[in-house]
Nanobody, 124 residues
């Protein structure tokens, strides 16, 4: 089973950029579809972005379209989330997750493997 570790969170001002990385170890990373989720303060977990096998398709929640980009480098066993034009409402703990080909890419329960999370704080 693959293990996931996120990097790249931090505290920034509104309008800044951050790039989150999620490094995988264990089983073949390229076999998994990958997603990013977040949990804002006092709220439930929400879908952010997902990328399918070999990056053939990507999906985003509406509020991050045009600002966030998910990508993967299977040679480095890493998935990225480039976040531009950050807003205070993007403040959350961000998690990467891995799933097989079944299920819904936007549903947390369909992802079997999760990282520990990384905090992103955006000040106004």
């Amino acid at each position: 089973q693959v293990q996931l570790v996120e990097f790249g969170g931090g505290a920034v001002q509104a309008g800044a950029s951050l790039r989150l990385s999620c490094a995988a170890s264990g089983q073949t990373f390229s076999n998994y579809e990958m997603g990013w989720f977040r949990q804002p303060p006092g709220k439930g977990q929400e879908f952010v972005a997902a990328i399918t096998w070999r990056g053939r398709s990507t999906f985003y929640r509406d509020s991050v379209k045009g600002r966030f980009t998910i990508s993967r480098d299977d040679a480095k066993d890493t998935v990225y989330l480039q976040m531009n034009s950050l807003k205070p409402e993007d403040t959350a703990i961000y998690y990467c997750a891995a799933k097989d080909y079944s299920g819904d890419f936007s549903r947390p329960g369909d992802y079997a493997i999760w990282g520990q999370g990384t905090q992103v704080t955006v000040a106004s």
